[in-house]
């Protein structure tokens, strides 16, 4: 078995980290140290250069928030109500933000109900959900599946 083909160092001298190959002896930082490989670290190691740019990317943007280095470079699994407010957040009309939301939720869920806009509008911050739940339904862009549950037009 051969050993992984590349793997990750991080500058002593500017804190960033950098994909290396495995075999190589020295490596320069693009803040222009010379590094000797033999006198770092190398983490994550692996076979795939794909894998290798992730845990570059992944370990800067550790490094920067000043946390610690992943230990798995799987990313936490993202909440979609989070992914439904972000995507809404922009929308300046309070009604198109909503109607964003009711579709995203509606994609999401096939139907959805007032926990559902109400876990979407505590990320978002704006609107309350029943305020939400009004107002599509007043405009017709929602309309009751079942009691309860609700669907996007
Ligand atoms: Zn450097």
């Given at each position: 078995?051969?050993?992984?083909?590349?793997g990750?160092?991080?500058?002593?001298?500017?804190?960033?980290a950098?994909?290396?190959?495995?075999?190589?002896?020295?490596?320069?930082?693009?803040?222009?140290?010379?590094?000797?490989?033999?006198?770092v670290?190398?983490?994550?190691?692996?076979?795939?250069?794909?894998?290798?740019?992730?845990s570059?990317?992944?370990?800067?943007?550790?490094?920067?928030?000043?946390g610690?280095?992943?230990?798995?470079?799987?990313?936490?699994?993202?909440?979609?109500?989070?992914?439904?407010?972000?995507?809404?957040r922009?929308?300046?009309?309070?009604?198109?933000?909503?109607?964003?939301?009711?579709?995203?939720?509606?994609?999401?869920?096939?139907?959805?109900?007032?926990?559902d806009?109400?876990?979407?509008?505590?990320v978002?911050?704006?609107?309350?959900?029943?305020?939400?739940?009004a107002?599509?339904?007043?405009?017709?862009?929602?309309?009751?599946?079942s009691?309860?549950?609700?669907?996007?037009?």
């Amino acid at each position: 078995m051969m050993g992984a083909r590349y793997g990750v160092i991080v500058c002593p001298k500017c804190g960033m980290a950098k994909g290396v190959e495995a075999g190589k002896k020295t490596t320069t930082c693009q803040c222009g140290r010379d590094i000797d490989l033999k006198r770092v670290k190398l983490m994550f190691l692996t076979d795939s250069p794909l894998e290798l740019a992730d845990s570059v990317a992944n370990a800067n943007a550790s490094l920067r928030g000043g946390g610690q280095l992943p230990a798995d470079k799987k990313a936490k699994k993202r909440d979609p109500y989070a992914g439904i407010a972000e995507r809404a957040r922009p929308v300046k009309d309070p009604l198109e933000r909503m109607k964003v939301v009711s579709a995203e939720l509606s994609r999401l869920k096939r139907e959805f109900t007032i926990e559902d806009l109400r876990r979407v509008a505590a990320v978002l911050g704006k609107d309350s959900p029943e305020d939400m739940l009004a107002r599509l339904l007043e405009h017709n862009l929602v309309y009751e599946v079942s009691e309860g549950a609700y669907r996007a037009v």
